[in-house]
């Protein structure tokens, strides 16, 4: 696909490929061309290290990981700017803030022109150009070349495979609808016929190829398709044809003309001298067309305070308009226990909801519930789909299969999608819907695969500000921190600027006004035993023991080890060599559970391959210490010291 005066030209719609000045590029082995693939996908923008090695090896990472990109890396820029020296970047695949970007104009990437050339084509039809928009989709599939990113190994190109061929079936789709308004079903159906067997599963195909079938005067094959279809939906499915596959096997039966509007490219059906309802999936207009419009957020806390730069991006990410239509915003918080970010995404939901008519969808995933397993994504649109008004005879029994339907549904529609306390990627992904919703979620785990299989954006959230702590702390306490900064200030301190901690220590405040301030204080800053005591009575959900427990029983047993034995540690930095020293372990095995145990937010990086303890899972950690038999803490302790002596 070398494109003329261009002086790269890259192919993902089918075996990946490149060209330079006309020239094809040995792009090397899988895996490196997997790498530039994923770079090429994303030009010109940054792709970190992190985001690379997920897209490549998923959750298979081997320890020489990091340096398989690099060497991949060094790979592509010989085999791209073979001019230039070793020691030199080049100028098409640059190094830059703690990651790679490949340098080239985005539409020299076949996947990106495919995507312009798409909408130019649904503009051209918007605007009743129909011969423009023709041109427009056949210039489009033109590119097309086999499987998308075929070659290459990895969950990001399993991904992108997937993602490209539904955008192509819909250009398909879009396209024979045209091809039939135009009167030309004769080379509509043998385009027809390949889309169906690739995606037997997709009514709308099979409504516009039946109409193709019925106009060429094929009406007995016509007819076959829809038998055909009955069977295969049954069996996959255990459901009948949409209303409009029976409305247009009653028509072909009864041998009534059929002629296509606006609406074909989308599988709806008309009779001569009827209009069709705007373009709509067939299963979306079993929901949202007649049930409420959802509106399931719950009410936001009382006091938000802060964090105005995180809602403003968010904001515009979420808000943010894809000209292709073919990419839904994704944001995903993570932070540790207790930090607000339940809170924060409510906040955030209510304030975009007037930016989405449609209404707000909400699911409680309970990733790190004490109170029983976590919801998976078959549960999660189960619910979701009985919450839309599908009848339970309707919705089928496999994941795959539901998470198509709430996709049909949600198709055309702008709902935000809020999914609280996610455990993985993969009980997210099936609730991703298309096209112009949103999803926001929330996590204590950070999702890196997300960012790079789905575009997700990762937002990290950390405690909260000392100013913005104390605004919270006075607002919530009513009067009794009135000139009182510097109790207000300590209690402040004692929280470690959680605001989970901080309403708590309210509530303490407010709940016992007869007691004097200052012993409330002493009481709440006494270290053993204040985990238990920042708790509402009969909630276990506003226990931060209860919360840090959760996060903790969710380690690998290695890792809780480690953390077990980190509460022993009373310096304030700890270091991979200490902590190797305690676990008795190498220091490339302490450095992989430290980073794992930083992913989970129990420890907080400290830079240079040091790590701390917020104040309050301090105490935590020493209280699971005491779990860890005497003589293995008391084995630890004397090989830290030994490694102090040793080095003295």
């Not at 991949?72 to 820029?77: K, N, S």
């Not at 596959?245 to 599988?267: E, K, N």
């Not at 239509?325 to 304030?351: C, M």
């Not at 699911?363 to 009848?391: C, F, I, N, W, Y």
Request: net charge neutral; with cysteine; glycine share 8%.
């Amino acid at each position: 696909m070398a494109i003329a005066g261009e002086p790269l030209a890259v192919q993902l719609l089918g075996p990946v490929r490149a060209w330079r000045h006309g020239r094809e590029v040995a792009l090397g082995p899988p895996k490196q061309r997997a790498v530039f693939a994923l770079l090429a996908g994303r030009a010109n923008d940054v792709v970190s290290v992190d985001h690379i090695i997920d897209a490549v090896w998923g959750g298979d990472i081997p320890q020489t990981a990091s340096n398989g990109v690099h060497t991949y890396v060094a790979g592509l820029r010989r085999a791209l700017e073979p001019e230039r020296s070793r020691r030199e970047s080049g100028e098409l695949l640059i190094s830059t803030a703690g990651g790679y970007a490949l340098q080239t104009d985005p539409e020299a990437v076949d996947a990106t022109l495919f995507a312009r050339r798409h909408t130019e084509a649904r503009r051209a039809r918007a605007e009743g150009r129909l011969q423009e928009a023709l041109d427009h989709a056949e210039s489009a599939l033109s590119l097309w070349h086999g499987e998308a990113h075929s070659g290459v190994p990895g969950p990001f190109a399993v991904m992108e495979r997937t993602r490209l061929q539904d955008l192509r079936l819909t250009a398909v789709e879009e396209w024979a609808g045209d091809m039939l308004e135009a009167d030309r079903p004769v080379e509509a159906v043998t385009v027809l016929l390949g889309a169906v067997a690739e995606e037997p599963l997709r009514e709308k195909l099979r409504w516009l190829l039946m109409t193709a079938l019925y106009r060429c005067g094929r009406q007995a094959h016509a007819l076959e398709v829809y038998a055909e279809t009955r069977r295969l939906l049954r069996h996959e499915l255990g459901i009948d044809p949409s209303a409009e596959l029976r409305t247009l096997h009653q028509q072909i039966l009864a041998g009534s003309p059929v002629t296509p509007t606006g609406a074909a490219r989308t599988g709806t059906v008309t009779a001569v001298g009827t209009r069709a309802p705007a373009p709509e999936p067939p299963a979306a207009r079993l929901v949202l067309s007649e049930t409420p419009r959802p509106a399931q957020l719950p009410p936001v806390a009382r006091g938000f305070v802060g964090r105005s730069q995180e809602l403003e991006q968010l904001a515009r990410l979420l808000t943010e308009n894809d000209p292709r239509g073919a990419s839904t915003p994704i944001v995903v918080i993570d932070g540790p226990a207790g930090v607000g970010k339940s809170a924060f995404a409510l906040e955030l939901a209510h304030r975009l909801s007037g930016h989405f008519p449609d209404g707000q969808l909400y699911v409680d995933l309970h990733g790190t519930s004490m109170e029983g397993r976590s919801l998976s994504a078959s549960e999660a649109l189960l619910q979701v789909l009985r919450s839309l008004g599908v009848d339970n005879a309707r919705i089928p029994a496999d994941l795959a299969s539901r998470a198509t339907l709430y996709r049909s549904l949600l198709h055309g529609k702008r709902v935000l999608v809020m999914l609280d306390d996610v455990l993985s990627a993969d009980q997210l992904r099936p609730l991703i819907p298309g096209g112009s919703s949103c999803v926001l979620s929330t996590g204590r785990q950070r999702l890196g695969g997300l960012a790079v299989r789905d575009g997700a954006h990762l937002l990290r959230l950390e405690p909260l500000g000392t100013q913005d702590a104390l605004s919270l702390l006075r607002c919530l306490s009513g009067d009794r921190l009135r000139h009182q900064e510097a109790v207000a200030r300590r209690l402040v301190g004692l929280s470690g600027g959680r605001p989970l901690a901080l309403r708590m220590m309210a509530e303490t405040l407010a709940a016992n006004q007869d007691v004097p301030l200052s012993a409330l204080v002493e009481h709440i800053a006494e270290e053993h035993g204040r985990l238990d005591r920042l708790a509402v009575g009969g909630d276990a959900s506003t226990s931060l023991h209860t919360l840090f427990e959760t996060s903790y029983q969710a380690l690998p047993d290695e890792a809780a080890r480690m953390f077990r034995l980190l509460g022993l540690y009373s310096a304030g930095l700890i270091t991979v060599s200490a902590a190797a020293d305690l676990a008795g372990t190498t220091e490339p095995e302490a450095a992989g559970t430290l980073r794992l145990l930083a992913r989970r937010h129990l420890l907080v990086e400290a830079g240079r391959g040091a790590y701390r303890f917020h104040e309050l899972m301090r105490l935590y950690a020493a209280e699971c210490a005491e779990r860890e038999p005497l003589t293995h803490r008391s084995a630890a302790v004397a090989r830290l010291l030994q490694a102090t002596v040793s080095v003295a």
